[in-house]
Nanobody
Framework: QVQLVESGGGLVQAGGSLRLSCTAS????????MGWYRQAPGKQRELVAI???????NYADSVKGRFTVARDNAKNTVDLQMKSLKPEDTAVYYC??????????????????WGQGTQVTVSS
């Protein structure tokens, strides 16, 4: 009923920039929090950045000052602008959204949805 499509991953040199985008579609009444997580090999998934419906943001300490998360509520998109990339930023990045949609009984309910993940590789 709700689908997330991620784009923008790829290979970039250290110090470079990359922008990730995530678009939600389907039977959406509204979207609350939207965020980005990442998972490096052998590591657990960690929060990178999150933005509330009202625009408040939180970032992992490791990306503060380098990454910027933004959203377009009219388009149901959330972007992650990554600058001054470092090799340690290499990971699979996942979009996560809290969506209010109608459940099987037609009642508004909040669900978490995850994107398919997109690989970001930063070379030294």
């Amino acid at each position: 009923q709700v689908q997330l499509v991620e784009s923008g991953g790829g290979l970039v040199q250290a110090g470079g920039s990359l922008r990730l985008s995530c678009t939600a579609s389907g039977s959406i009444l509204s979207i609350n929090d939207m965020g980005w997580y990442r998972q490096a090999p052998g590591k657990q998934r960690e929060l990178v950045a999150i933005i509330t419906r009202g625009g408040s943001t939180n970032y992992a300490d490791s990306v503060k000052g380098r990454f910027t998360v933004a959203r377009d509520n009219a388009k149901n998109t959330v972007d992650l602008q990554m600058k001054s990339l470092k090799p340690e930023d290499t990971a699979v990045y996942y979009c996560k959204v809290k969506v209010i949609t109608r459940d099987s009984r037609g009642l508004p309910s909040e669900y978490n949805y995850w994107g398919q993940g997109t690989q970001v590789t930063v070379s030294s």
